[in-house]
Protein backbone atom coordinates (compact mmCIF):
# COMPACT_ATOMS: atom_id res chain seq x y z
CA UNK A 1 0.00 0.00 0.00
CA UNK A 2 2.80 2.19 0.84
CA UNK A 3 4.61 1.72 -2.55
CA UNK A 4 1.29 2.69 -4.04
CA UNK A 5 0.59 5.54 -2.59
CA UNK A 6 4.45 6.68 -2.81
CA UNK A 7 4.13 5.80 -6.76
CA UNK A 8 1.10 8.04 -7.06
CA UNK A 9 2.78 10.95 -5.23
CA UNK A 10 5.79 10.43 -7.16
CA UNK A 11 3.45 10.75 -10.57
CA UNK A 12 2.19 14.19 -9.11
CA UNK A 13 5.60 15.21 -8.69
CA UNK A 14 6.52 14.12 -12.19
CA UNK A 15 3.30 16.36 -13.63
CA UNK A 16 3.95 19.54 -11.99
CA UNK A 17 5.52 21.97 -14.52
CA UNK A 18 8.45 22.93 -12.95
CA UNK A 19 9.39 19.33 -12.45
CA UNK A 20 8.32 17.62 -15.66
CA UNK A 21 12.01 16.23 -16.38
CA UNK A 22 13.25 15.25 -12.94
CA UNK A 23 13.41 12.25 -10.73
CA UNK A 24 12.71 12.45 -6.91
CA UNK A 25 16.11 12.61 -5.46
CA UNK A 26 15.19 12.07 -1.85
CA UNK A 27 12.69 10.13 0.41
CA UNK A 28 10.62 13.51 1.06
CA UNK A 29 9.98 14.35 -2.09
CA UNK A 30 8.72 10.74 -2.97
CA UNK A 31 6.39 11.63 0.00
CA UNK A 32 4.91 14.90 -1.57
CA UNK A 33 1.33 14.96 -1.18
CA UNK A 34 -1.69 16.93 -2.29
CA UNK A 35 -2.29 18.69 1.29
CA UNK A 36 -0.65 21.97 0.27
CA UNK A 37 -2.21 22.10 -2.92
CA UNK A 38 -5.80 22.00 -1.68
CA UNK A 39 -4.77 24.38 1.54
CA UNK A 40 -3.98 26.24 -1.15
CA UNK A 41 -7.22 26.25 -3.75
CA UNK A 42 -10.22 24.89 -1.34
CA UNK A 43 -10.69 28.06 0.63
CA UNK A 44 -11.74 29.69 -3.13
CA UNK A 45 -14.42 26.65 -3.29
CA UNK A 46 -18.03 27.76 -1.78
CA UNK A 47 -21.02 25.80 -0.77
CA UNK A 48 -23.96 27.01 -2.45
CA UNK A 49 -27.44 26.72 -1.13
CA UNK A 50 -31.11 28.15 -3.17
CA UNK A 51 -34.26 28.20 -2.60
CA UNK A 52 -36.65 28.78 -5.27
CA UNK A 53 -40.52 29.21 -4.88
CA UNK A 54 -42.51 26.33 -7.71
CA UNK A 55 -46.19 25.54 -8.60
CA UNK A 56 -47.17 22.11 -7.28
CA UNK A 57 -49.20 21.10 -10.67
CA UNK A 58 -52.95 21.74 -10.09
CA UNK A 59 -55.44 17.97 -10.42
CA UNK A 60 -56.66 17.98 -13.91
CA UNK A 61 -60.11 17.43 -12.00
CA UNK A 62 -60.51 20.83 -9.97
CA UNK A 63 -63.41 22.73 -10.45
CA UNK A 64 -65.47 19.36 -12.05
CA UNK A 65 -68.52 18.68 -10.07
CA UNK A 66 -68.58 15.10 -10.43
CA UNK A 67 -65.74 14.55 -8.96
CA UNK A 68 -65.55 17.27 -6.32
CA UNK A 69 -68.99 15.44 -5.17
CA UNK A 70 -67.04 12.62 -4.32
CA UNK A 71 -62.98 14.07 -3.37
CA UNK A 72 -64.76 17.38 -1.74
CA UNK A 73 -63.18 20.88 -2.27
CA UNK A 74 -59.89 20.62 -4.59
CA UNK A 75 -58.47 24.29 -4.32
CA UNK A 76 -55.30 25.24 -6.41
CA UNK A 77 -52.19 23.85 -4.24
CA UNK A 78 -50.10 26.46 -2.91
CA UNK A 79 -47.01 27.24 -3.96
CA UNK A 80 -43.80 25.16 -2.17
CA UNK A 81 -40.09 26.15 -1.80
CA UNK A 82 -37.59 24.07 -3.28
CA UNK A 83 -33.85 23.68 -1.95
CA UNK A 84 -31.05 23.12 -4.15
CA UNK A 85 -27.26 22.18 -2.58
CA UNK A 86 -24.31 22.57 -5.02
CA UNK A 87 -20.69 24.24 -5.07
CA UNK A 88 -19.10 27.11 -6.76
CA UNK A 89 -15.32 28.50 -7.47
CA UNK A 90 -14.71 32.57 -6.40
CA UNK A 91 -12.60 34.11 -9.38
CA UNK A 92 -11.78 37.19 -7.92
CA UNK A 93 -11.09 38.88 -4.96
CA UNK A 94 -14.16 41.26 -5.13
CA UNK A 95 -16.45 38.22 -5.08
CA UNK A 96 -17.48 36.41 -8.63
CA UNK A 97 -18.35 33.25 -8.46
CA UNK A 98 -19.05 30.89 -10.99
CA UNK A 99 -21.77 27.65 -10.14
CA UNK A 100 -24.30 25.77 -12.45
CA UNK A 101 -27.00 26.94 -13.85
CA UNK A 102 -29.17 23.89 -12.63
CA UNK A 103 -28.04 24.76 -8.69
CA UNK A 104 -28.64 28.54 -9.04
CA UNK A 105 -31.41 28.99 -11.83
CA UNK A 106 -34.68 30.72 -11.31
CA UNK A 107 -33.38 30.59 -7.24
CA UNK A 108 -35.23 33.65 -5.34
CA UNK A 109 -32.61 33.38 -2.45
CA UNK A 110 -29.03 32.18 -2.58
CA UNK A 111 -26.39 31.62 0.38
CA UNK A 112 -22.99 31.46 -0.16
CA UNK A 113 -20.98 29.75 2.71
CA UNK A 114 -16.96 29.77 2.80
CA UNK A 115 -14.73 27.29 3.85
CA UNK A 116 -14.13 29.66 7.09
CA UNK A 117 -17.88 29.29 7.57
CA UNK A 118 -18.51 33.40 6.41
CA UNK A 119 -21.28 33.05 4.80
CA UNK A 120 -22.63 35.60 2.11
CA UNK A 121 -26.16 37.07 0.17
CA UNK A 122 -25.40 36.48 -3.19
CA UNK A 123 -27.18 37.88 -6.86
CA UNK A 124 -26.64 36.60 -9.95
CA UNK A 125 -25.52 38.52 -12.65
CA UNK A 126 -26.06 36.31 -15.54
CA UNK A 127 -26.91 32.63 -16.09
CA UNK A 128 -27.93 30.49 -19.15
CA UNK A 129 -29.17 27.63 -19.24
CA UNK A 130 -27.62 25.74 -22.33
CA UNK A 131 -23.85 26.16 -20.71
CA UNK A 132 -25.40 24.91 -17.06
CA UNK A 133 -23.44 28.51 -16.00
CA UNK A 134 -24.32 30.63 -14.09
CA UNK A 135 -22.06 34.17 -12.74
CA UNK A 136 -22.55 35.46 -9.21
CA UNK A 137 -21.84 38.47 -6.89
CA UNK A 138 -21.20 38.57 -3.54
CA UNK A 139 -20.32 41.85 -1.14
CA UNK A 140 -17.87 41.66 0.58
CA UNK A 141 -15.25 44.42 2.63
CA UNK A 142 -12.05 42.14 2.63
CA UNK A 143 -10.82 40.40 -0.40
CA UNK A 144 -11.63 36.56 -1.35
CA UNK A 145 -9.68 33.99 -2.15
CA UNK A 146 -9.56 33.51 -5.49
CA UNK A 147 -8.41 31.02 -7.86
CA UNK A 148 -6.76 31.92 -11.62
CA UNK A 149 -7.80 30.32 -15.03
CA UNK A 150 -5.33 28.20 -17.07
CA UNK A 151 -6.01 27.59 -20.50
CA UNK A 152 -8.46 24.46 -20.63
CA UNK A 153 -6.92 24.06 -24.52
CA UNK A 154 -4.14 23.48 -22.87
CA UNK A 155 -5.47 20.55 -20.71
CA UNK A 156 -4.21 16.86 -21.98
CA UNK A 157 -5.59 13.57 -21.17
CA UNK A 158 -3.69 11.98 -18.26
CA UNK A 159 -2.83 15.30 -16.63
CA UNK A 160 -3.29 14.95 -12.97
CA UNK A 161 -6.76 16.84 -11.79
CA UNK A 162 -8.96 17.36 -8.42
CA UNK A 163 -12.23 17.58 -7.83
CA UNK A 164 -13.43 20.07 -5.08
CA UNK A 165 -17.00 20.50 -4.14
CA UNK A 166 -19.67 19.13 -1.13
CA UNK A 167 -20.78 16.22 -2.06
CA UNK A 168 -24.10 14.66 -0.81
CA UNK A 169 -24.01 18.07 1.68
CA UNK A 170 -21.10 16.17 3.85
CA UNK A 171 -18.88 19.22 3.84
CA UNK A 172 -16.15 20.56 1.52
CA UNK A 173 -14.74 17.11 0.02
CA UNK A 174 -11.32 16.72 -2.45
CA UNK A 175 -11.29 13.91 -4.97
CA UNK A 176 -8.09 13.15 -7.01
CA UNK A 177 -7.99 11.47 -11.05
CA UNK A 178 -6.86 12.16 -14.18
CA UNK A 179 -8.33 14.24 -17.12
CA UNK A 180 -9.54 10.98 -18.83
CA UNK A 181 -11.08 12.50 -22.18
CA UNK A 182 -11.41 16.05 -23.96
CA UNK A 183 -14.21 17.30 -26.31
CA UNK A 184 -16.59 15.48 -25.42
CA UNK A 185 -19.55 16.95 -27.05
CA UNK A 186 -22.04 14.31 -27.08
CA UNK A 187 -22.82 14.69 -23.65
CA UNK A 188 -26.35 16.16 -22.67
CA UNK A 189 -25.90 18.35 -19.05
CA UNK A 190 -29.71 18.78 -18.53
CA UNK A 191 -31.20 21.19 -21.48
CA UNK A 192 -27.49 21.57 -22.29
CA UNK A 193 -25.70 19.86 -25.03
CA UNK A 194 -21.80 21.24 -24.86
CA UNK A 195 -18.31 20.48 -24.88
CA UNK A 196 -16.86 19.40 -21.93
CA UNK A 197 -13.64 17.86 -20.02
CA UNK A 198 -13.73 14.30 -19.24
CA UNK A 199 -12.41 13.33 -15.63
CA UNK A 200 -12.28 10.36 -13.19
CA UNK A 201 -12.00 12.08 -10.53
CA UNK A 202 -15.20 11.36 -8.70
CA UNK A 203 -18.02 13.64 -8.84
CA UNK A 204 -20.96 13.32 -6.99
CA UNK A 205 -24.61 15.11 -6.56
CA UNK A 206 -23.49 18.34 -4.85
CA UNK A 207 -20.59 18.64 -6.48
CA UNK A 208 -22.16 20.83 -9.25
CA UNK A 209 -20.53 23.93 -9.33
CA UNK A 210 -17.33 22.91 -7.85
CA UNK A 211 -13.59 23.11 -9.15
CA UNK A 212 -11.66 21.32 -11.18
CA UNK A 213 -7.92 22.12 -10.84
CA UNK A 214 -4.36 21.00 -12.24
CA UNK A 215 -1.44 20.11 -9.89
CA UNK A 216 -0.66 23.98 -10.10
CA UNK A 217 -3.76 25.51 -8.48
CA UNK A 218 -5.37 26.65 -11.49
CA UNK A 219 -9.03 26.21 -12.20
CA UNK A 220 -9.68 24.08 -15.73
CA UNK A 221 -13.28 23.53 -15.43
CA UNK A 222 -16.31 23.84 -13.42
CA UNK A 223 -17.80 20.32 -12.45
CA UNK A 224 -21.27 19.71 -13.76
CA UNK A 225 -22.60 15.94 -14.43
CA UNK A 226 -21.28 12.31 -13.42
CA UNK A 227 -21.84 10.09 -16.13
CA UNK A 228 -23.99 7.00 -14.19
CA UNK A 229 -26.83 4.71 -13.85
CA UNK A 230 -26.59 4.17 -10.19
CA UNK A 231 -26.65 7.73 -8.80
CA UNK A 232 -23.46 7.71 -7.83
CA UNK A 233 -19.79 8.43 -9.32
CA UNK A 234 -18.98 5.83 -11.20
CA UNK A 235 -15.50 7.51 -12.20
CA UNK A 236 -16.91 9.50 -15.41
CA UNK A 237 -17.31 12.81 -14.38
CA UNK A 238 -17.76 16.28 -16.89
CA UNK A 239 -16.60 19.96 -16.29
CA UNK A 240 -17.35 22.52 -18.44
CA UNK A 241 -13.81 24.14 -19.87
CA UNK A 242 -12.36 27.51 -18.07
CA UNK A 243 -12.00 29.00 -21.32
CA UNK A 244 -15.58 29.06 -21.70
CA UNK A 245 -15.99 30.23 -17.90
CA UNK A 246 -14.14 33.03 -18.61
CA UNK A 247 -15.68 33.99 -21.33
CA UNK A 248 -19.37 34.16 -19.52
CA UNK A 249 -17.04 36.20 -17.00
CA UNK A 250 -15.81 38.51 -19.12
CA UNK A 251 -19.54 39.19 -20.28
CA UNK A 252 -21.20 39.24 -17.05
CA UNK A 253 -18.31 42.50 -16.22
CA UNK A 254 -19.37 44.15 -18.78
CA UNK A 255 -22.99 44.03 -17.97
CA UNK A 256 -24.99 41.43 -19.94
CA UNK A 257 -27.64 39.83 -18.05
CA UNK A 258 -27.85 36.66 -21.01
CA UNK A 259 -25.04 35.52 -22.87
CA UNK A 260 -24.17 36.50 -26.01
CA UNK A 261 -23.64 33.50 -28.56
CA UNK A 262 -22.08 33.46 -31.68
CA UNK A 263 -23.81 32.77 -34.63
CA UNK A 264 -22.57 30.21 -36.78
CA UNK A 265 -25.96 29.97 -39.31
CA UNK A 266 -24.65 26.22 -41.01
CA UNK A 267 -25.84 22.82 -40.48
CA UNK A 268 -23.20 19.91 -39.85
CA UNK A 269 -21.65 17.03 -39.30
CA UNK A 270 -18.51 15.37 -38.07
CA UNK A 271 -16.57 13.59 -41.01
CA UNK A 272 -16.59 9.84 -39.72
CA UNK A 273 -14.86 7.05 -41.65
CA UNK A 274 -17.79 6.66 -44.33
CA UNK A 275 -17.71 10.44 -45.20
CA UNK A 276 -13.65 10.67 -45.34
CA UNK A 277 -13.99 8.05 -48.31
CA UNK A 278 -15.90 10.14 -50.15
CA UNK A 279 -14.74 13.33 -49.47
CA UNK A 280 -11.03 11.60 -50.30
CA UNK A 281 -9.71 12.14 -46.61
CA UNK A 282 -7.04 9.60 -45.28
CA UNK A 283 -8.38 10.21 -41.82
CA UNK A 284 -11.97 11.23 -40.68
CA UNK A 285 -11.60 14.96 -39.72
CA UNK A 286 -13.43 17.91 -39.22
CA UNK A 287 -17.16 19.22 -39.61
CA UNK A 288 -18.72 18.98 -43.09
CA UNK A 289 -21.21 21.83 -44.03
CA UNK A 290 -24.63 20.38 -44.88
CA UNK A 291 -26.69 23.53 -45.49
CA UNK A 292 -25.57 27.03 -45.44
CA UNK A 293 -27.53 30.39 -44.14
CA UNK A 294 -27.53 33.20 -46.56
CA UNK A 295 -26.85 35.73 -43.70
CA UNK A 296 -24.03 33.17 -42.34
CA UNK A 297 -20.78 34.66 -41.64
CA UNK A 298 -19.30 31.83 -42.51
CA UNK A 299 -20.95 32.51 -46.17
CA UNK A 300 -19.62 35.80 -46.02
CA UNK A 301 -15.92 34.59 -45.45
CA UNK A 302 -16.46 32.33 -48.70
CA UNK A 303 -17.59 28.86 -47.83
CA UNK A 304 -19.99 26.78 -48.94
CA UNK A 305 -22.36 23.56 -48.59
CA UNK A 306 -20.18 20.00 -49.01
CA UNK A 307 -16.59 22.30 -47.41
CA UNK A 308 -15.17 20.56 -44.07
CA UNK A 309 -14.41 23.04 -41.45
CA UNK A 310 -11.11 21.55 -40.01
CA UNK A 311 -9.75 24.05 -37.16
CA UNK A 312 -11.45 26.92 -35.22
CA UNK A 313 -9.06 29.44 -33.65
CA UNK A 314 -6.33 27.02 -34.43
CA UNK A 315 -7.75 24.51 -32.32
CA UNK A 316 -9.16 20.95 -34.27
CA UNK A 317 -12.53 20.41 -34.88
CA UNK A 318 -14.43 16.94 -35.09
CA UNK A 319 -17.87 18.01 -34.15
CA UNK A 320 -20.55 21.19 -34.39
CA UNK A 321 -20.61 21.53 -30.75
CA UNK A 322 -16.61 21.65 -30.34
CA UNK A 323 -16.68 24.02 -33.25
CA UNK A 324 -19.43 26.49 -31.60
CA UNK A 325 -17.49 26.07 -28.25
CA UNK A 326 -14.28 27.89 -29.99
CA UNK A 327 -16.38 30.45 -31.35
CA UNK A 328 -18.17 30.92 -28.15
CA UNK A 329 -14.42 31.36 -26.07
CA UNK A 330 -13.64 33.73 -28.64
CA UNK A 331 -16.84 35.95 -28.64
CA UNK A 332 -19.53 37.98 -30.29
CA UNK A 333 -17.73 40.90 -32.12
CA UNK A 334 -14.17 38.98 -32.42
CA UNK A 335 -13.30 37.53 -35.29
CA UNK A 336 -11.63 33.76 -35.46
CA UNK A 337 -9.57 31.78 -37.97
CA UNK A 338 -11.16 29.25 -40.01
CA UNK A 339 -8.96 26.89 -41.80
CA UNK A 340 -11.19 24.60 -44.06
CA UNK A 341 -11.03 22.07 -46.98
CA UNK A 342 -13.20 23.21 -50.06
CA UNK A 343 -12.58 21.28 -53.55
CA UNK A 344 -9.77 18.42 -52.40
CA UNK A 345 -7.85 22.20 -51.16
CA UNK A 346 -6.97 24.16 -47.51
CA UNK A 347 -7.93 27.21 -47.43
CA UNK A 348 -8.27 29.68 -44.09
CA UNK A 349 -10.26 32.60 -43.79
CA UNK A 350 -11.68 34.97 -40.87
CA UNK A 351 -14.82 34.41 -39.57
CA UNK A 352 -16.97 37.36 -38.28
CA UNK A 353 -18.52 36.34 -34.83
CA UNK A 354 -21.66 37.85 -35.07
CA UNK A 355 -24.98 37.41 -32.67
CA UNK A 356 -27.75 35.87 -34.73
CA UNK A 357 -29.69 38.57 -36.86
CA UNK A 358 -33.36 39.41 -36.50
CA UNK A 359 -33.66 39.29 -40.38
CA UNK A 360 -36.47 39.14 -41.69
CA UNK A 361 -38.21 40.39 -38.07
CA UNK A 362 -39.51 37.79 -35.85
CA UNK A 363 -42.81 40.02 -35.54
CA UNK A 364 -44.27 38.15 -32.37
CA UNK A 365 -48.13 38.11 -32.54
CA UNK A 366 -50.75 37.12 -30.51
CA UNK A 367 -54.36 36.20 -31.60
CA UNK A 368 -57.02 37.94 -29.05
CA UNK A 369 -60.00 36.27 -30.99
CA UNK A 370 -61.52 33.45 -33.02
CA UNK A 371 -60.57 29.76 -33.21
CA UNK A 372 -56.84 30.73 -32.81
CA UNK A 373 -57.39 32.60 -29.61
CA UNK A 374 -54.57 32.05 -27.31
CA UNK A 375 -51.73 31.60 -29.92
CA UNK A 376 -48.98 33.30 -29.83
CA UNK A 377 -46.07 33.10 -32.82
CA UNK A 378 -43.18 34.63 -34.32
CA UNK A 379 -41.49 34.60 -38.35
CA UNK A 380 -38.70 32.33 -38.13
CA UNK A 381 -35.31 33.91 -38.52
CA UNK A 382 -31.92 33.63 -37.61
CA UNK A 383 -32.48 35.06 -34.21
CA UNK A 384 -35.51 32.64 -33.63
CA UNK A 385 -33.78 29.94 -35.04
CA UNK A 386 -30.55 29.69 -32.19
CA UNK A 387 -32.90 30.84 -29.62
CA UNK A 388 -34.73 27.42 -30.30
CA UNK A 389 -32.62 25.24 -31.06
CA UNK A 390 -33.49 25.25 -34.75
CA UNK A 391 -31.60 24.22 -37.86
CA UNK A 392 -30.08 27.06 -39.82
CA UNK A 393 -32.44 26.49 -42.88
CA UNK A 394 -36.15 26.31 -40.65
CA UNK A 395 -38.61 28.27 -42.14
CA UNK A 396 -42.20 29.00 -41.18
CA UNK A 397 -44.11 30.27 -37.99
CA UNK A 398 -42.80 28.96 -33.91
CA UNK A 399 -45.38 28.88 -31.70
CA UNK A 400 -43.94 31.10 -28.75
CA UNK A 401 -47.03 30.40 -26.09
CA UNK A 402 -50.19 28.85 -26.13
CA UNK A 403 -53.40 28.18 -24.03
CA UNK A 404 -57.04 27.28 -24.38
CA UNK A 405 -58.68 24.70 -26.61
CA UNK A 406 -55.39 24.98 -29.08
CA UNK A 407 -53.05 23.98 -25.97
CA UNK A 408 -55.80 20.57 -25.38
CA UNK A 409 -55.40 19.67 -29.22
CA UNK A 410 -51.28 19.34 -28.47
CA UNK A 411 -49.99 22.47 -29.71
CA UNK A 412 -46.77 23.58 -27.67
CA UNK A 413 -43.86 26.28 -27.60
CA UNK A 414 -40.96 25.45 -30.17
CA UNK A 415 -43.82 23.59 -32.57
CA UNK A 416 -42.95 24.88 -36.19
CA UNK A 417 -46.22 25.89 -37.63
CA UNK A 418 -45.74 25.15 -41.54
CA UNK A 419 -49.38 25.22 -42.81
CA UNK A 420 -52.83 25.43 -41.99
CA UNK A 421 -55.83 24.25 -43.63
CA UNK A 422 -53.19 23.61 -46.06
CA UNK A 423 -52.18 27.06 -46.70
CA UNK A 424 -48.26 28.15 -46.00
CA UNK A 425 -47.31 29.52 -43.22
CA UNK A 426 -44.32 31.81 -43.99
CA UNK A 427 -44.73 34.90 -41.46
CA UNK A 428 -46.90 35.27 -38.06
CA UNK A 429 -49.21 37.91 -40.03
CA UNK A 430 -50.15 34.81 -41.84
CA UNK A 431 -51.49 32.88 -39.08
CA UNK A 432 -53.19 36.13 -37.81
CA UNK A 433 -54.88 36.88 -40.77
CA UNK A 434 -56.26 32.94 -41.01
CA UNK A 435 -57.26 32.92 -37.69
CA UNK A 436 -60.13 35.14 -39.43
CA UNK A 437 -61.54 32.75 -41.10
CA UNK A 438 -65.46 30.86 -40.27
CA UNK A 439 -64.19 27.33 -41.02
CA UNK A 440 -65.27 24.83 -38.55
CA UNK A 441 -63.17 21.99 -39.94
CA UNK A 442 -59.38 22.96 -38.77
CA UNK A 443 -56.15 21.74 -39.93
CA UNK A 444 -52.39 22.69 -38.32
CA UNK A 445 -49.49 20.84 -40.06
CA UNK A 446 -45.70 21.52 -38.54
CA UNK A 447 -42.58 20.02 -37.47
CA UNK A 448 -41.93 19.39 -32.98
CA UNK A 449 -38.18 18.44 -33.37
CA UNK A 450 -37.40 17.26 -36.22
CA UNK A 451 -41.02 15.22 -36.75
CA UNK A 452 -43.62 16.01 -38.35
CA UNK A 453 -47.19 16.62 -36.99
CA UNK A 454 -51.16 16.93 -38.01
CA UNK A 455 -53.85 18.20 -35.93
CA UNK A 456 -57.55 17.96 -36.74
CA UNK A 457 -60.14 19.30 -34.88
CA UNK A 458 -63.92 20.89 -35.48
CA UNK A 459 -65.32 23.76 -33.96
Do not use: C
Not at 13 to 30: C, D, G, M
Not at 339 to 366: C, F, H, M, N
Amino acid sequence: MRLILSLFAAAALLSAPVTAQQVPQSQAEIRLSFAPLVKQAAPAVVNIFANRVVQQRATPFMGNPFFEQFFGDMRQAQPRVQNSLGSGVILSEDGIVVSNYHVVGMATDIRVVLKDRREFEARVLLADEQSDIAILKIDSDEALPWLPFRNSDDVEVGELALAIGNPFGIGQTVSSGIISGLARSGVATGNARGYFLQTDAAINPGNSGGALIDVAGQLIGVNTRILTRSGGSNGVGFAIPSNLVAQFVKQAKNGNDAFKRPWAGINGQAVDGSLAEGFGLTIPEGVVISAIHPLSPFADAGLAAGDIVLSVDGQPVNAPAEMLHHMSVRGVGESTAITYLSGGETKEAQVALIEAPDTPPSDPRTIDSGTLAGLSVATINPKISAEYGLPSDAAGVIVTAVSGPLARVGLRPGNVITAINREPMKTSADVEEIGTSDARGWRIDGVNQGRRFSYRFRL
